[in-house]
């Protein structure tokens, strides 16, 4: 069965650095999705992309965030500058429509 | 005020028991979701649905439109059955996904 899935599974990092976050969606999805968990919080929205560009984005998705679909296959969050406060767990998720959402395993990433 | 409520928020069970988790949300929504997500933290999409009843297996999951309450049943539990269980909607005119907070479940053997 098809499945979505994200690398690293973990991923540490220093403040300040840049970390890029990448998924694979299922392959005739066309809707994709960033979320994140902080430890012991509920899931949050992030954004969602659809026809190569940004459809919704969330508070959260400030300046320091990006997304990007480089090759047609993965679709990549990229934060710039981590701050201790992006210690998470993110979730890539995809759909083809219909509401349908499929999620990845998640990134768990750590700002020291 | 949170826009999905889930309760309880913690539930114990002995194995083989009936379990039932609510949902209530404050919003329109176009589909209602239920997932599981385990200790490892990945999520599994069970249900979606936007009307009546839906039945996978062990697992069933109803939702009233008009009283803006889902339920997800768990008939005959086990042990590995043991997770969290997370509502979510999609408002209307969004893509976005609301969550709960989430309802841990334990089933002892």
């Given at each position: ?112 | 005020k949170?826009e ?21 949300y404050s919003v ?40 803006k ?41």
């Amino acid at each position: 069965e098809p499945e979505v899935t994200q690398t690293p599974s973990h991923q540490v990092t220093q403040m300040g650095q840049e970390v890029i976050l990448r998924c694979v969606p299922i392959s005739n999805h066309l809707y994709f999705y960033w979320y994140r968990q902080i430890l012991g919080q509920k899931v949050e929205f992030l954004v969602s992309f659809y026809n190569n560009e940004i459809s919704e984005k969330s508070e959260i998705f400030d300046d320091q965030f990006s997304v990007e679909r480089p090759d047609g296959s993965n679709f990549t969050l990229k934060i710039r500058s981590t701050k201790l406060e992006d210690s998470a767990m993110y979730f890539c998720a995809s759909g083809g429509g219909y509401n349908e959402q499929f999620f990845g395993p998640g990134t768990r990433l750590t700002v020291l | 005020k949170n826009e999905v409520e889930q309760s309880p928020q913690n539930l114990t069970a002995q194995e083989g028991e009936f379990i039932t988790i609510n949902c209530s949300y404050s919003v329109g929504i176009s589909a209602l979701h239920w997932l599981q997500q385990h200790p490892g933290g990945g999520i599994v999409s069970l249900f979606m649905l936007s009307s009546g009843k839906k039945k996978h297996g062990r697992l069933i999951a109803t939702i009233n439109i008009q009283e803006k309450h889902s339920s997800l049943h768990i008939t005959a539990s086990h042990p590995r059955d043991s997770a969290v269980y997370i509502c979510a909607v999609s408002k209307g005119g969004s893509e976005k996904l609301v969550f709960g907070k989430g309802t841990k479940l334990t089933v002892n053997p």
